[in-house]
């Protein structure tokens, strides 16, 4: 039934202009138009990422979203870091070894970042 959709996120916000400044400027993605005071949208490969303001924002303590990289992870990481991003390091994970702000197990990177809102933003690469 779904399995041939695509799918999105979409992220609950406190401050719109704060939002925008972080995913536009910040990580880099491109605003799409039609939206308004309350929610924008942003193009993320095939996808769109959408955030709204709402009284719930930064409440969930799990993922958000999660980016596949393409043997760009270092790279990325090091982006990030220079615009301002600090990144979670999870030290009580099993399995996993903390390179720099880079998980590893086996090929597999993994970082965790949060937005302004505290929304955990995930990036994965080797899977």
Do not use: C, Q
């Not at 401050?15 to 536009?24: K, S």
């Not at 596949?68 to 992870?73: A, V």
């Not at 399995?95 to 990036?123: A, M, Q, R, S, Y």
């Amino acid at each position: 039934m779904l399995r041939d959709r695509n799918s999105s996120a979409i992220v609950a916000v406190r401050d719109i202009d704060r939002a925008r400044a972080f995913y536009e400027d910040t990580l880099g993605l491109k605003r799409l138009d039609g939206t308004g005071d309350e929610m924008l949208a942003f193009s993320t490969g095939e996808t769109v990422l959408t955030v709204y303001v709402s009284e719930f924002a930064g409440t969930n303590r799990a993922n958000a979203v999660t980016w596949d990289m393409r043997g760009d992870m270092v790279e990325t990481v090091d982006a990030l870091k220079a615009k301002g991003v600090a990144f979670e390091h999870y030290r009580d994970l099993p399995g996993l070894t903390l390179n720099g702000d880079v998980h590893e197990v086996g090929d597999i990177k993994l970082v965790w970042f949060k937005d302004p809102d505290g929304n955990i933003l995930h990036l994965i690469e080797g899977m």
